[in-house]
């Protein structure tokens, strides 16, 4: 019988056997590795507060094996009234996935937990995390009322806010508010499980409990037009009550509230004076429960802070204080009894941005005496942000602190950014004191200081001492997204002082600069949108963003420039289409950064008013109205566009809007207006180019840099003439020596085409110089935040957002970080670094959604090597730059068959994990 058992080589499998082991212990190493690092409900770790719509929950995975991909998930949410089992959903979903629950109750505490499968069917869960709810609606708040010091009538409100001739107002805004104190003292005789304080002050507040201040949080609630939107904030106070008695204390101040016509003010508005609404909850551990309110029955008087303006700053007298007045057993018999005044008309929200903090803090870098009796603090950094004083010497004295950006003969110059502001404090004469103003900032390196001496000055006079004083940076708390950095010493220094100017302008709007206007001028939050997006988490802001501009639109379509527009401006600083059109790009924006469409929906009514109001002001499709390209760089002192017409930038821009609309439509699956729109971004094209395009030159009007690029980015070039128009864009720019030239509105479409047409090195060569306007000349002036023009003018702001497109380029072209045309949320991920002029190394961090992308690159030795990261749940396209004909290796292995583009450039498909690629000779 013939043997028909196998033959096994057994040299062979034991050779397998360290092969088998290392498979095994990977796969081990894998399981363990693989886990859910971040929760996110709503776009925020265990957000306090969310309002009454279902909550969207996200996840991120760190996987130790490379290409981990998730097949399947199930949520449970449980809490008051609710416990929700989504149940094994076959979907690789981990943002964005919405509760689908029963309704949640409001005021209550809620715990989630995700489970996470891989392709190949192994599983793991998360830890537990928690989001609690807000009020509601008017119901929830048990009664509580507004309650002010004082009250006005009607007549002697200002609404909207007045811009310039303050004589027509009469008697109204003529006198300073009372920035009251509110108190009010409660009991808790159980063992407390969990207490929640559900507050708002207008135009900001601070809040204690038993003298210890409720969060962190800075001008507090964030602003909105108050007519339409009320925000409130929501805070654990758990730990700060206790068994006995309990008091509350609140201060008000003015803010956009209240703007009288006292020292600077860009406006005048006065929505009412300050007043306060208060919940506080206690859950007893028995299941009982106490509600405290405000009402009547609390207590209120002056507070020591005399005077305050968003615009005008604050004084402060410390000889009026009445100490232990938040605490328990303070005798406030000589209080008057809190009035109930007139409800603000918006409706009442819960905030849900990252707060305003105080952020950083900057001690001086010298100290200079211009004159007898006036000393010059150098703090050598101009952002966004207040004072910290201390200060000793006799009652009654006065410190006077003067902040300002720029200095002249050694004195503070406020001439482009609003004077007169300061700051007053009036001492108590106990000991060294400490004080800060709590409702007004302003942008400041320099602080002049009248009134008082450093500490190591003579003190002949007997004047009051300062121990030390600081500038402490206020700016949003959202989390840090993204790093960038590389061997070019002139980009990093350009890159850091972009960043002041972001960190210094995003508050709880994105305001345009710190001190002169704080307004929410709506262009740059997309022409800048890509800049901040990089550095900040965004969501949460541009949420309110797009609220903020729901409530500014007027009854016939307009969005106006600024919003919340607290005061109407004329002609084109109201009506622009650059800036308006942002009703349109940002939930666009949103839904590419995030993959949110809630916001959309939200905003589409806002969005097709605007594109219709648009074509009512246009002419054969062509607009003519608004602000151009400002502060482009021409012979005349920067303003309204000098190099490009307004028609060619208002009718692109309309054109852009209906472009997006369309795509939008098609996401909401509006058919109808999907194929309206199409038609509609057709004729606006075709009319552009008739008006504007030189089909014999392939020239776009002047021909300027703004005029070329646009077109180019929007979508109005016709596949024919693209090369070409592109071709005598490049030409023109080097026949003008290399100069920026594009303004506020053109340059970031400048920079987005350039680098989209291959033209990096132009780019690098057009901002790494100071010899002529731009970054480089801006720094070689002293400048440490981001001017408002391109020469930095010292009678214009001199930290402005606006003109810091660059920077998008240095984290999507220096770094390479984007994502594909079609991806959304950097699901599809692309690492295309531009390897340009004397860079050697370039390295950027970004968190998408799905987690950290990593880009890094070294050039030396005829070596290029580049190490990646990607998140979890994602696919990356990498092109490693100048491959043709040269060795290709992944992970320290070869690559045999790779493909080469028309570029030069290797082009590889990978998904998640850590990645090393090295192209050498």
Known sequence: ??????????????????????????????????????????FRESPGGIDSRPPVFSWEVSAGGESFVQSAYRITVNGAGASWNSGKVNSGQSINVPYTGK????AQLYHWQVEVWDKNGRSFKSGVDSFSTALFGEKDWSGAKWIGYDDLPDSMLVVP?????????????????????????FSIDKKVKRAMAYVSGLGHYEMTINGEKAGNSFLAPGWTYYDKRVLYNTYDITSAVRNGENAIGVIVGNGFYHINRERYFKLISVFGLPKMICKIQVDYEDGSQAVIVSDQSWKTAPSPVTYTSIFGGEDYDATLEQAGWNEPGFRDAPWKQAMLVKAPKGELEPESIYPVKIMDSFTPVKVLQPKPGVYLYDFGQNASGIVELKVKGKKGQQVKLIPAELIKDTLANQRATGRPYYFSYTLKGEGVETWQPKFTYYGFRYVQVEGAVPDTAANEAGAPVIVSLKELHNSTSAPEAGTFTCSNDLFNRINTLIKWAIKSNIQSVVTDCPHREKLSWLEQDYLMGNSIRYNLELYQLYRKLVYDMIDAQTPDGLIPDIAPEFVVFEGGFRDSPEWGSAGVILPWLLYKWYGDTNIMRDAYPMMKKYVAYLESKSSGHILSHGLGDWFDYGPNRPGEAQLTPKELTATAIYYYDVALLGKMAALLKDRQEVSRLGRKAGEIKAAFNRKFFNDTTKVYSTGSQTAMAMPLCVGLVAERDRKAVFQNLVDSIRHSGKKLTAGDVGYHFLVEALHAGGASQLLFDMNYRDDVPGYGFQLKKGATALTESWPALEEVSNNHLMLGHIMEWFYYGLAGISQSETSVAYKDIVIRPEVVGDLTHARGTFHSPYGLITSEWKKENGRFGLDVEIPANTTATVYLPDAAGKQISRNRQPLKQVKIGKDGRAVIKTGAGKHSFEVRE
Do not use: W
């Open 1 to 42: 019988m013939q043997n028909t058992l196998p033959r096994y080589n057994f040299r062979a499998m034991i050779r397998l056997i360290p092969t088998l082991l290392f498979l095994v212990i990977s796969c081990a190493l894998y399981a363990q590795d693989a886990r859910i690092v971040r929760q996110l409900c709503n």
């Open 103 to 106: 309704s949640l109750s409001p």
């Open 161 to 185: 806010g007045v811009h310039g001739n303050a004589k027509s107002l009469g008697n109204r805004a003529k006198e300073r508010a009372v920035v009251p104190l509110f108190r009010k003292e």
